[in-house]
């Protein structure tokens, strides 16, 4: 299994409030977008990436879900104590979309818009769902379509908001040579799911090329927000 992750801060805002975090050794890979209109989205990011750091020596890989959720869950705290201690901090937040591959297993922990794609010869996959208002009212017959829409971007779900987060999981079975992509909106805003697939198919094994070339595409596209991805070959 081999892995490459960037990040970037985009052409347009004065700090990166994204971060990423790759533990090759138990294979588990994650990417936060901080909350970009709310102070501290970068510490919000930061204290997600911490709080997971901090549950590696507990990490079980006969229960692996449920240590995933848990990290989550303390992150999730984590962040609310420090929202709480500090005004300044005060309804800070963060994405969180974690890849846990386990032997042929893809165990995915998924709060907010940060997405993660599955991607093989048969085509591109998006295994997560947006927690966006766009994509609730999309659901509930109340919009047909979320192109550039104003609602795509109000987040209905993120760590450190409430008490309790709600985490969507997903169990999938990987073959050789899948490639997994975690990434926050600053490189799916950017680019097609066509663009990236054909990237990809470009650049063959060479992941760092493909991860620097989806990059300065998207910077190409506008850079509006900050960028980052990860990439795992299979």
């Not at 794609?117 to 999309?138: F, P, S, V």
């Not at 209905?156 to 987060?165: C, F, S």
């Not at 999938?172 to 040579?177: C, I, R, S, V």
């Not at 470009?202 to 493909?210: K, S």
């Amino acid at each position: 299994m081999h892995a490459t992750g960037i990040s970037n801060i985009g052409l347009v805002r004065e700090s990166n409030q994204d971060t990423f975090l790759m533990e090759r050794d138990i294979g588990l890979y994650l990417v936060c977008d901080g909350m970009g209109g709310h102070k501290g989205g970068d510490v919000a990011a930061n204290l997600a990436i911490q709080a997971i750091q901090q549950s590696l020596d507990s990490y079980d890989s006969q229960n692996a879900l449920k240590w995933l959720n848990q990290s989550v869950m303390e992150a999730n705290q984590l962040i609310q104590d420090w929202s709480q201690k500090d005004p300044e901090l005060f309804e800070m937040g963060t994405t969180l979309t974690a890849a846990l591959i386990n032997e042929r297993e893809l165990i995915i922990a998924h709060v907010g818009d940060s997405r993660l794609y599955r991607i093989n010869q048969q085509g591109i996959k998006q295994l997560t769902r947006d927690h966006t208002l766009a994509q609730q009212m999309i659901r509930d017959g109340l919009l047909e379509g979320s192109s550039d829409n104003a609602y795509n971007h109000i987040l209905t779900r993120a760590l450190g908001i409430e008490t309790k987060v709600v985490i969507d999981n997903f169990i999938e079975p990987l073959d050789p040579g899948d490639i997994i992509l975690l990434c926050t909106d600053g490189l799916s805003d950017m680019l097609e799911e066509s663009d990236i697939f054909t990237i990809l198919g470009e650049y063959g094994t060479d992941l760092e090329g493909a991860a620097q070339k989806m990059l300065d595409s998207a910077l190409k596209n506008g850079g509006y927000v900050n960028i980052t991805l990860i990439l795992i070959r299979v």
